[in-house]
């Protein structure tokens, strides 16, 4: 069975960081790519960032310069450092593990990231 959890989202002020990580059990985790994406409230989905299994990362115009992804094959454990947090950014960030059996990923809960004075 494959678990997908996501942490590390809260409260945050314009301008601030924050740091989510993403664990996952039940994969080969080093074979897999890891993505991002949020949802806020009332909008689509959006792809936000992901890194390939050979540790290659790409980021979307909205997270490129702000954010950084990264992974470790050791602790089964992905990150999404985020600096510069406006309004916009306010969101259900998802962690999703995928691989070319699966494509379309395997979704956790999410995490609330809220961006407010």
């Known amino acids: 069975q494959v678990q997908v959890v996501e942490s590390g989202g809260g409260l945050v002020q314009p301008g601030g960081s924050l740091r989510l990580s993403c664990s996952v059990s039940g994969i080969r985790f080093a074979a897999y790519g890891m993505s991002w994406y949020r949802q806020g409230a009332g909008k689509e989905q959006e792809f936000v960032a992901l890194?390939?299994?050979?540790?290659?990362?790409r980021y979307s115009d909205i997270a490129q310069g702000r954010f950084t992804i990264s992974r470790d094959n050791n602790k089964n454990l992905a990150e999404l450092h985020m600096t510069t947090l406006n309004a916009e950014d306010t969101a259900v960030y998802y962690c999703?593990?995928?691989?070319?059996?699966?494509?379309?990923?395997?979704w956790g809960q999410g995490t609330q990231v809220t961006v407010s004075a």
């Open positions: 999703v593990p995928y691989d070319h059996t699966r494509p379309g990923g395997y």
């Open positions: 890194i390939r299994s050979d540790g290659t990362p």
